[in-house]
């Protein structure tokens, strides 16, 4: 079992709340981990469209990703690809 | 007559009686339930998303087989709000907190992101408010037990008016019998222009109040070209639209009429009209639109959203079923385009300050043979189910090709070595889309069979403008004098060599370079399946001598938007 916290600069330039919302909730998804994103207010769930959608996180927002189980270390690395892909597909 | 002005969505212009589609009004009571009701309700809310579930599939499915893959995505974003835990949770620990009905909780729960999302200032975000409210209205319906009324029950032809359109809305229409639409509300990638767009009749969006002033059928004008819908035209308006109308009509016609023509110019230049594809169920609007072939066929999507590799076998099945649906018209494989703007999950890729000058392409495919060559050896034993080409993209130099080439010698030797048939003489071209390709193209053509021009990094590449930057978009002109030049030189160079040159960016789908591309000798364009009829239309319209003078005199003007007024201005004088 393994916890990791990883703090990541929102580089996408719609920010968490356009498509890349999207992706990183199917990503995040396919993981077993427990996976919260918060930034300076709110901590929300990382498997919920609502939740993310709700952080409403723009580009240069520093938010905290936390992936907790088995599979943490892959969830956060494939998740902070999302984040610091500088524009979508 | 009264002029509402809106947002210009869809192009086209329809005259025709208005219908209105009133916003539906769930009305929702606040019941108090005893302790022992509270599992009947979460086994009725549990009932209700896997119903809505299964209607969303449904709707997608045939949205997927009547529009495409595209618009049937949409519903993507619908079945994650259905799935979404955070929001299911709630709804949940609510009712057994509260012992209200569930579907008063849900809608409370539901108002309440709404009304969050509403304050975040997003384009896109307000998109996805609408594909909230459209699911939560499934929802609701199901747990009040209503059956949805629709724009199923049409029966002549009209012009839709509503606050907004929802895809369910759409999805649930008549096709044939609505001629356009007018909404209240929405914007230029709104629900309502997507559908208008593929529907391929004109919308005007963002119109205010356009359901308090339109009143049930009245007669209606929508202007999808300048985003003007006229209520109660007077006489002289009404004549002179209708003369567009019919003209739009009659070009559009024209179009068709000749998709299953061959693409030849008047004095018997045959072009091959090809098109790009991702998919491979784009294979049917491929050949719906009379595609003498596919110039493109990216294989990136192998690699998307995917944790772990694609094996050989799924390469191979796509591959082949392609080769064998579009048999014997021939099928160009790009290999592995992955990096620049396109994201990869497998690999551990460092970020670049520079991706499109990095490691990517055919510089990725060359340090990874693996992957490579697991992608050669699908081509190959595909190559024997049809008639199957391939391509590497972005090739700088002579070098690379050889390298490439001396990869995929490696592949054929290991299938020999399995007794795996494959077609041997499998045509390899090179993708020209990097400035110092296009001046060598004369040394590369030595060692490729074809060339195809890929516009879109041609241009970013040569005028130096990153195509993705808003602040410098400006400077991306295709009809620069300098692509212009780079593009004959790679034309004139393959022609030496005595090997055919298509074009499959974005610059050879664009009815007004048509003339002048076919003028400079382009042999093969491709480009996506919609813009088959126009282009063909084009082609047959001239001789392949006025192509050249129009080629010809192109070349002589010295700014991009001079190039791009010319040819504008020459295309209308040929399609009159």
């Avoid at chain 2, 009932?47 to 579930?53: F, N, P, Q, Y």
């Avoid at chain 2, 551990?348 to 992608?375: T, V």
């Amino acid at each position: 079992m393994a916890l990791i916290r990883k703090k990541i600069v929102v580089k996408n330039k719609q920010g968490l709340h356009a498509r890349p919302a999207a992706l990183f909730v199917q990503v995040a998804n396919k993981f077993d981990s427990r996976i919260t994103v918060s930034n300076d207010k709110e901590e929300v769930n990382g498997k919920s469209i609502m939740g993310i959608l709700m952080l409403g996180a723009e580009k240069g927002t520093l938010i905290v990703i936390e992936a907790d189980g088995e599979d943490a270390h892959s969830a956060i690395s494939e998740l902070e690809k999302i984040i610091s892909a500088e524009e979508e597909k | 007559m009264i002029e509402l002005k809106g947002i210009a969505a869809a192009s086209g212009i329809s005259i025709g009686p208005a219908y209105k589609i009133g916003k539906e009004e769930l009305v929702i009571e606040r019941e108090p339930i005893k302790e022992q009701d509270i599992p009947i309700q979460i086994q009725l809310f549990e009932e209700s998303l896997i119903k809505t579930r299964r209607e969303i599939i449904e709707l997608q499915k045939r949205i997927g087989l009547e529009m495409g893959q595209e618009e049937a995505e949409i519903f993507d974003a619908h079945l994650l709000v259905l799935e979404d835990r955070m929001l299911i949770e709630e709804v949940i620990s609510r009712l057994k907190k509260e012992k209200v009905n569930v579907a008063y909780i849900f809608s409370g729960v539901l108002k309440k992101y709404i009304d969050v999302f509403s304050k975040i200032e997003d384009e896109y975000l307000k998109e996805r408010i609408a594909d909230i409210n459209d699911v939560g209205k499934r929802i609701l319906r199901h747990l009040l037990g209503k059956e949805k009324k629709s724009l199923g029950d049409l029966k002549e032809k009209v012009i839709v008016v509503a606050h907004d359109l929802s895809p369910s809305d759409t999805a649930a229409m008549h096709k044939q019998l609505v001629s356009a639409f007018v909404t209240d509300i929405g914007g230029k990638t709104s629900h309502t222009a997507i559908m208008a767009k593929s529907l391929e009749i004109p919308a005007v969006v963002g119109v205010e109040e356009a359901t308090v002033k339109i009143k049930p059928s009245d007669l209606l004008i929508v202007d999808g070209n300048k985003g003007i819908v006229i209520i109660d035209p007077d006489e002289k308006t009404l004549q002179i639209y209708g003369q567009e109308e019919e003209r739009l009509k009659g070009i559009a016609q024209r179009f068709l009429s000749v998709k299953d023509a061959p693409a030849a110019t008047i004095d018997g230049r045959t072009i091959d009209i090809y098109a790009n594809i991702e998919f491979p169920d784009e294979v049917p609007s491929v050949k719906l639109h009379g595609a003498m072939g596919i110039g493109l066929y990216r294989t990136e999507f192998f690699y998307m959203n995917r944790k772990d590799l694609p094996l050989e076998e799924e390469h191979y099945q796509a591959y082949k079923y392609v080769a064998e649906e579009m048999k014997p018209y021939s099928v160009i494989i790009r290999t592995l385009d992955l990096g620049g703007d396109k994201f990869l999950s497998q690999f551990e890729i460092p970020s670049e300050m520079q991706p499109f000058l990095g490691w990517r392409a055919i510089r990725f495919c060359l340090a990874r043979p693996d992957i490579f060559k697991l992608q050669l050896r699908a081509i190959l034993r595909a190559s024997v189910h049809g008639n199957l080409k391939l391509m590497y993209p972005m090739i700088s130099g002579i070098e690379e090709l050889e390298q490439a080439n001396r990869i995929l010698e490696e592949a054929k030797e290991e299938l020999r070595n399995k007794g795996i048939p494959f077609n041997n003489d499998i045509p390899v071209g090179a993708m020209i889309e990097v400035p110092s390709a296009a001046m060598t193209a004369d040394i590369l053509a030595k060692q490729a069979d074809f060339f195809s021009i890929g516009t879109n990094d041609l241009i970013q590449y040569s005028l130096a403008v990153d195509r993705v930057n808003e602040k410098v978009a400006y400077l991306y002109e295709p009809a620069h004098p300098a692509v212009l030049r780079l593009i004959k030189n790679i034309i004139d160079a393959a022609h030496n060599a005595h090997i055919k040159v298509g074009m499959c960016g974005e610059m050879a789908g664009e009815p007004s370079f048509a003339l002048m591309l076919l003028g400079l000798g382009l042999d093969e364009f491709s480009m996506p399946p919609q813009v088959i009829p126009e282009l063909k239309y084009i082609i047959r319209c001239v001789t392949f001598k006025q192509a050249q003078e129009i080629a010809h005199q192109a070349l002589m003007l010295s700014t991009g938007r001079e190039v791009e007024e010319f040819s504008h201005a020459k295309l209308n004088e040929v399609l009159k």
